[in-house]
């Protein structure tokens, strides 16, 4: 009878190891996939300390600025000129559908009110306000989806031990206990995650500061969210291929598949929806000197660009330490907001469509509309290779005049014309 007990007390073992490895989405989070993908654009906020000497967000770890000098900044910390209600209407014009701000970035101090440690807005700040908890009554008034941006590691902390590779100039500690860490972080997603009504992601950024063998326990932690609100989405800014218990993949200053920036060279590009996340200059977090600015032009290109893969565009803004977007800043997101006015049919919705993208622009569809997005016209003459389909017509978006094409081997030739410089010019392609 024992030998019967253990041997089903072991295949039980081996059922609950086997269940736990095998992430299997709730329905909720499936159908917040979708609408994750449908959303399109969003909007990137940086912001903490560092924001008040104006020179990024890494400034603690680039200039080895000793831990306790640092949280001293807490003291001076009063963003007078915040308002969570501007915030999401500067965002709403922007046309975008989402924020994911920085709950607790690498310097350790976090923006919201959390009991589990006094290094926070509330208690270490003459300001006193639950930042986060204003920005996500503000966001669930107006429809606007609020994700975490969440620090794994800190240079703040002593249990964050072993070192990373960041942070070693900054006096913590050269022995800690990595499992106080680990409850401490289970124990501010818990809050994160019931405090501020529901959420829409959970946005991990670090695990790259430790050896690529280092056990953070995310099975564990993604576990923990997953329990809390099934439908959150997962997102680690990891640059790998998406692990067990993710629900969607970023790709950091790249598009999907791209390398440019250097940090996506072993990242697979997976099945999960995909976001590439960008900034307006130089820095993700505000910097007095940083006034290299992309166009309204560019950053408009690069939504597109991202739709065209597959993928959704959060762009960064780095609010100065009073709680103001930057002039600039907000100059630029309302040229996409208007923009998106006019061509966000094209855009919002839409998955990558059947092109590849190519020099000369991407493709977006919606059901049987494709839309063509030519943003560097090559010739009078653009050839789509839309072969097994079939084409019924063909007309520029912007105001609906037919555009002649004639079935070709292997697709259709589009009768563009010589087009002059836009910043996208658009042609719906209707399959029957």
């Known amino acids: 009878?024992?030998?019967?007990?253990?041997?089903?007390?072991?295949l039980l073992l081996s059922i609950f190891v086997e269940a736990q490895e095998t992430y299997i989405p709730s329905a909720e989070n499936l159908q917040?996939?979708?609408?994750?993908?449908?959303?399109k654009f969003g909007v990137f906020i940086h912001w903490g300390l560092y924001s008040m000497p104006g020179d990024g967000e890494w400034i603690m770890h680039n200039k080895n600025i000793h831990y306790a000098e640092y949280a001293r900044l807490a003291r001076g910390f009063y963003p007078s000129a915040f308002d969570a209600e501007e915030w999401v209407a500067d965002v709403k014009a922007a046309g975008a559908n989402y924020i994911c701000i920085t709950s607790r970035h690498h310097?350790?101090?976090?923006?919201?009110?959390?009991?589990?440690?006094?290094?926070?807005i509330v208690e270490a700040t003459p300001f006193g306000r639950d930042v986060i908890a204003e920005l996500a009554a503000a966001c669930h008034r107006e429809g606007i989806r609020l994700h975490f941006y969440y620090s794994l590691l800190d240079w703040s902390r002593n249990d964050y031990f072993p070192l990373g590779r960041t942070g070693r100039g900054v006096g913590r500690n050269q022995q800690g206990e990595w499992e106080s860490y680990h409850r401490f972080m289970l124990g501010q997603l818990t809050e994160l995650l019931t405090h501020y009504g529901e959420i829409g992601a959970i946005w991990f950024d670090g695990m790259w500061d430790q050896p690529a063998d280092f056990d953070w326990r995310m099975r564990e932690i993604y576990d923990h969210i997953h329990t809390l609100q099934p439908g959150c989405l997962i997102i680690n800014n990891h640059h790998l291929a998406p692990l067990e218990g993710e629900d969607g993949q970023t790709f950091e200053k790249d598009l999907p598949g791209q390398n440019s920036s250097g940090y996506s060279g072993t990242a697979t590009v997976g099945s999960l929806p995909l976001e590439t996340c960008e900034t307006m200059n130089?820095?993700?977090?505000?910097?007095?000197?940083?006034?290299?600015?992309?166009s309204s032009e560019e950053l408009i290109r690069y939504l597109v660009r991202a739709a065209g893969n597959n993928a959704n565009l959060l762009m960064n803004v780095g609010p100065r330490p009073d709680g103001t977007f930057p002039e600039r800043a907000v100059e630029r997101y309302r040229a996409m907001g208007e923009w998106l006015k006019i061509y966000g049919e094209t855009i919002y919705g839409t998955r990558g469509g059947p092109i590849a993208p190519h020099p000369w622009g991407v493709t977006t569809q919606k059901g049987e509309t494709i839309f063509v997005h030519i943003l560097?016209?090559?010739?009078?003459?653009?050839?789509?290779p839309l072969e097994g389909v079939e084409v019924g017509m063909a007309r520029w978006f912007a105001d609906g005049d037919m555009v002649p094409f004639t079935r070709v081997p292997g697709g259709i030739l589009l009768q563009t014309g010589s087009l002059p410089h836009a910043t996208d010019h658009v042609v719906e392609i209707q399959l029957q």
């Open 1 to 10: 009878m024992r030998i019967v007990n253990c041997t089903l007390l072991f």
């Open 32 to 39: 917040n996939r979708e609408q994750f993908q449908d959303m």
């Open 107 to 120: 310097d350790g101090f976090s923006m919201f009110g959390t009991r589990q440690s006094p290094f926070n």
């Open 282 to 294: 130089r820095n993700w977090g505000y910097s007095l000197t940083d006034r290299d600015y992309k």
């Open 376 to 384: 560097e016209p090559e010739d009078e003459l653009l050839f789509l």
